[in-house]
């Protein structure tokens, strides 16, 4: 009797994870068709984009002939400067933006002083504000400054991430005191704990954060388009919007540019994911 029930109970069990797996996998289906499609439709020429769309058939998604030349064209013209200018505003951001995250996380986390909780909360509240209620604010501060029309002037309302902060934050309270305090009796300063105690122990913080950054910046277009008339500052986001003319519209080199615009974000978490794991191993972390 006890067999019979254990195969009955398998038999339910193995069935409710056989409809799960082919939910999970047409599920899956809904987000990659479209990213697939756009894949495709950026190696195909504009002609051949619209003439696969009706009749419906496999042409669909099924190319009869793919080819690069949508991206030889996207990346000779203006969005090609545009794409590496986004590079290194990304870059400086990620970099200024760690040094700024991890020095706010470590005092709120660590330190005491007056206003802490205060500082905290606006630190919560910043994250939760859009950016779109402080732009034009923002921009004619950057304008008295002399800022507008400048590359530190797309790289400097990033750097401040609020997220970042409270990622790193959360983080640093679960690091133990006892190795503060160790590293203080042997006359360790504050800025030497953050650097050799809590920076080593936080590679998958850092990383995390580091990835909020970028992802904040390079997918950034309203300030750029508020703070920058140059063309040699334009960013990608930017460059993209503007190939769209209202006489003339290359879709081959959109769908280029969009996969262009996709691929960086997905490349870094795919990278940063295989090595999520090494990170917390090489930190001691459980």
């Not at 254990?6 to 339910?12: D, V």
Request: glycine residues 8%; charged residues 10%; proline residues 6%.
């Amino acid at each position: 009797m006890r067999s019979r029930a254990r195969f009955h109970t398998g038999n339910r069990i193995g069935g409710t994870s056989w409809v799960a797996t082919v939910s999970a996998v047409l599920l899956s289906l809904l987000f990659i068709i479209p990213a697939f499609w756009m894949m495709i439709n950026s190696l195909r020429p504009t002609v051949d984009i619209f003439e696969s769309l009706w009749p419906l058939s496999p042409r669909v998604i099924i190319p009869t002939s793919l080819g690069v030349e949508n991206y030889l064209t996207l990346f000779g013209g203006p969005f090609g400067r545009a794409f590496l200018v986004s590079m290194a505003v990304c870059l400086l951001t990620v970099m200024i933006g760690l040094v700024l995250s991890v020095a706010a996380a470590y005092a709120l986390a660590v330190l005491r002083f007056p206003g802490r909780n205060a500082i905290f909360a606006a630190v919560v509240i910043s994250f939760m504000v859009p950016f779109e209620a402080i732009a034009i604010p923002l921009s004619q501060l950057f304008n008295d400054w002399g800022l507008t029309n400048t590359f530190m002037g797309l790289v400097l309302p990033g750097v401040c991430n609020g997220l970042a902060i409270f990622n790193l934050r959360q983080h640093f309270l679960s690091v133990p005191t006892s190795y503060r305090e160790a590293a203080t009796v042997d006359g360790a300063s504050e800025l030497r704990v953050l650097w050799s105690v809590f920076v080593p122990v936080s590679g998958p913080a850092i990383s995390n954060s580091a990835l909020l950054i970028f992802l904040g910046q390079w997918s950034s277009y309203l300030w750029p388009l508020i703070a920058v008339s140059s063309p040699s500052l334009q960013v990608a986001p930017l460059a993209l919007a503007k190939a769209f003319t209202e006489h003339s519209a290359d879709y081959g080199a959109t769908f280029a540019g969009a996969m262009a615009l996709a691929i960086v974000p997905a490349t870094l978490m795919l990278i940063l994911q295989r090595f999520f794991g090494r990170l917390a191993i090489g930190s001691g972390e459980k």
